[in-house]
């Protein structure tokens, strides 16, 4: 008779921006991992491409926990995103942002790993990063496999050249006023987030069969904004959040993890987040319904059944005849 086995399709897996409460989704990674589930293909906004970029390398979660929490504690310690000079943001002068993209990539350097090595041609799985060109306004997508993902709006377009893989990273988070938009030829690029926040949408269903799209929800606030600054920031992630349902239309499942830690910029408390993270992945089980199908082996597939020798089948014989006659106990 034919065997029945399970079979589990290709997973495409999306990591949404949320500046540092975006490390959060590492957990569905993690988790993902623990069930011994495979990842096919990834892709990545933001700070979910820092994500995106180190799963697509080949790391596992205990190295991509540690990828994270170096970067985080790289800027932390670097003092570029302190609040007193994020409140002073628009007294700045040129070049109009609070940290220049070169001064960030010359912080993160030491701790980027192969990102900071590899071309985006290298990568080994499929992987698509966004960034926007303030220019045009068009949705610019790195991808090292562009068959594997879609242009998903009429003025989208895939980058044409490679690049470095931490180059395409930082350009998917130049998140705008904050950080200096990144300069690749003709293109201005500021953050995926502000077209594409939650990526799902990128996989092409011919190559990819089952995606999941991962985020975190959006900051609980339990008072009034207070000052433009203030404003500013939670305008800008309620648009988000907005996108973020836009963007999971193609998913087969979403996973959203709530923590009530960290804000955009609270650099430092990575680690944190994470745990938070793992604490709440933990709390709400992630079940992929419909990941995995059963396929028929035919019989000329499936393997021979052992075959035993003529002194095996004799041992076997005296074995079962002493178990017979063996006086119960």
Request: proline share 6%.
């Amino acid at each position: 008779m034919p065997e029945v086995r399970q079979r589990q399709k290709s997973l495409g897996l999306s990591f949404a921006g949320g500046g540092v409460r975006a490390l959060g989704e590492y957990a569905v990674f993690e988790e993902l991992e623990k069930q011994g589930i495979k990842v096919n293909a990834v892709s990545g906004t933001s700070m979910g491409a820092f994500l995106a970029a180190g799963v697509a390398l080949g790391l596992n979660a205990e190295e991509l926990h540690k990828l994270t929490v170096d970067i985080d504690q790289a800027i932390h310690e670097s003092g570029l995103f302190r609040s007193r000079a994020i409140m002073h943001i628009f007294t700045l002068p040129k070049p109009f942002a609070l940290v220049t993209m070169e001064k960030l990539a010359e912080v993160l350097k030491p701790h980027l790993h192969g990102l900071s090595e590899t071309m985006l041609s290298e990568v080994p799985l499929p992987l698509a990063l966004t960034s926007v060109d303030l220019v045009s306004g068009k949705l610019i997508i790195f991808a090292n496999k562009p068959e594997y993902f879609r242009a998903v709006f009429s003025d989208s377009e895939f980058y044409p050249e490679d690049i470095l893989l931490s180059e395409a990273v930082l350009a998917s988070c130049a998140y705008p006023v904050v950080l200096s938009p990144v300069s690749l030829g003709d293109y201005q690029l500021a953050d995926g987030g502000l077209r594409l926040n939650s990526p799902a949408l990128l996989f092409n269903r011919d190559k990819v069969e089952y995606i999941l799209a991962s985020g975190v929800k959006r900051e609980n606030h339990r008072k009034p904004a207070e000052g433009p600054m203030d404003i500013a920031w939670r305008a800008i992630s309620i648009v988000i959040q907005q996108q973020n349902e836009q963007g999971e239309e193609n998913a087969d499942a979403r996973y959203s993890v709530d923590m009530d830690i960290a804000s955009l910029f609270s650099f430092g408390q990575g680690q944190e987040v994470m745990a938070a993270g793992r604490s709440y992945v933990g709390q709400n089980p992630l079940h992929l319904e419909g990941l995995y199908e059963e396929i028929l082996i035919p019989d000329e597939l499936a393997p021979p059944p052992a075959q035993t020798t003529a002194k095996a089948r004799k041992k076997g014989f005296w074995k079962r005849l002493a178990e017979a006659f063996q006086p119960e106990s």
